[in-house]
């Protein structure tokens, strides 16, 4: 070895010691930080436990009261009724006014009126591409709006927008979490974003969702409905008044879409408001209190379910009977019914509009007394889908 080369190697040797001490420094740093950040979580687990008795005292009922013990109806109930669209100015959950979003030509929310009432739930109902996500984005404000003005919990957005945020929960396109943590860990990552109080609700909305029992398992392993069902419990941690929830019974099965839509009834019912849009028109029906609908970005219409089918037609009553030109003949004459259709074995009888279930029950009643068998009788009220289909530009076809 020459001296040149005895000098190179001494002048380097000093580099590779300091490169290696500064590796040996990161990995110390990082063991630390892992080991500091395990004993805070344990630290907070056992504070949990130890808090436990006193948390099963009796408090006085309040708005963040624990989730867990509010009572949960066993069963959906009747629709609620929904104030009219008369209430004072920020009596709204969501209040919009000319509210415009543009991507060029394309008006995807276009000059949107939109009144969404308190403790309700209400669907934002249109088909694919309609702008359902577009209008939650920019209520949101994810994406800035090119005109209008727009409210949440009577909190104008975007000048106060995070004061208005503070107060809602919401989920966007889909949920998304970290697979290789465990579900109560997701939470506790964004309890870490909402303050010290959302950590204390993280087991409240596991139960309140139904996953305490699979809270520890690798998100991973989740189905879809299971992910749902944890990005709801995600918006309780804030314990919101208002929840925005984009799509959410997209990917689920009957089962997941039955414990979605039983969930969203029980949170109604303490008092939050929840908006959804969805594509799923028998979903919303059965879902909602509220509609409205939208196509190619602007309102065509909006209001209480129940209002919208009482404009949507007259019921209608479908009888297969032995004589179906005598059983014509016979409801013409004793005026039960605006119009009369025959189709084959079929006979189609249009009530007048507000008809009872006592005037359907006469119809097979003036049947039978005149000889003529009723094989079937069913009614045929409208359905949300009819309504949707008469008054909307485009569904299943090319605009």
Known sequence: MDLTTVAVVAATAPHRHFRFGLVLLGLLLVAAIVFLVTRIMRQREARQVRDEPRAAQPQAASPTADLAQRPRP????????????????GDWAVETHGLTKRFGANAAVNDVELFVPRGCAFGYLGPNGAGKTTLIRTLLGLTRADSGSMALLGIPVPADRGRALARVGAIVDEPRFFGHLSGRDNLRVFAAARGARAGDRIAPSLERVGLAGRADDKVRSYSMGMRQRLG?????????????????????????????????DNLVEEGRTVMLSSHLLDEVERTCDAVAIVDRGRI???????????????????????????????????????????????????????????????????????????????EARASLENWFLSVTSRLGRTP
Do not use: K
């Not at 419990?233 to 839509?261: F, K, T, V, W, Y």
């Open 232 to 264: 709801v419990a995600s918006c309780l941690l804030g314990d919101p008044q208002l929840l925005i929830l984009d799509e959410p019974m997209n990917g689920l099965d009957p089962a997941g879409m039955s414990e979605m839509r039983a969930m969203i």
């Open 300 to 378: 065509v219409r909006q209001g209480s379910i129940d209002q919208l089918l009482r404009e949507a037609g007259a019921a209608a009553v479908r009888v297969e009977c032995s004589d179906p030109g005598a059983a014509v003949r016979l409801l013409e004459e004793a005026h039960l019914a605006d119009s009369v259709t025959v189709n084959g074995d079929v006979v189609g009888v249009t009530l007048r509009s507000g008809a009872t279930r006592e005037e359907i029950a006469a119809i097979n009643r003036l049947l039978v007394s005149r000889e003529i068998s009723v094989y079937r009788l069913e």
């Open 74 to 89: 066993s069963e959906p109930a009747p629709r609620r009724q929904v104030r009219s669209r008369s209430l004072a100015q």
